[in-house]
């Protein structure tokens, strides 16, 4: 008989995903942040276009949130607000993407894939995984449950 627990439990593959999500931020950060010009280039489908884009911010901020998101996979119920650090990054990150460089890039599959499935896919996963750490903080909070 598998009975559930009468308490929230903050699983290992929700530290996965948080691992994950930093990983990939901080990769695809790094490579605005060293490659901007020749990424903006293909990003742009090689219009030929001279873009003088923020590439290099763009980037640091990136690395920043990615390193965030990252860190909070050691402790994710302790540090539950680093988490949500990491979400409203990453809608900072995808709202500059859309509005400051879709108007020079265009739309098209690889700003798409950028956009969508870099920045606004991950928000989802981490999203869940901030309310079920807030759920395992608020409990063991109300149960004055001490580590010992």
């Known amino acids: 008989m598998d009975q559930k627990p009468n308490f929230p439990i903050f699983p290992m593959h929700f530290r996965g995903l948080l691992l994950l999500a930093g990983m990939y931020t901080i990769a695809w950060s790094a490579f605005f942040r060293w490659f ?11 219009t030929g276009l001279g873009l003088e884009l923020p590439a290099q911010w763009y980037g640091n901020l990136g690395l ?76 063991l909070e109300k149960n004055e449950v001490v580590e010992n």
């Open 36 to 46: 901007g010009q020749a990424l903006l280039s293909w990003l742009a489908m090689d």
């Open 64 to 139: 920043i949130v990615g390193f965030a998101i990252f860190v909070s996979a050691f402790y994710p119920v302790s540090w539950v607000y680093l988490i949500i650090g990491g979400v409203a990054g990453k809608i900072i990150l995808a709202s500059w993407f859309g509005l400051g460089f879709l108007p020079d890039l265009g739309w098209n599959k690889r700003t798409g894939f950028h956009l969508i499935f870099n920045e606004m896919a991950w928000l989802i996963p981490l999203i869940l995984v901030f309310l079920r750490g807030l759920q395992v903080k608020d409990y």
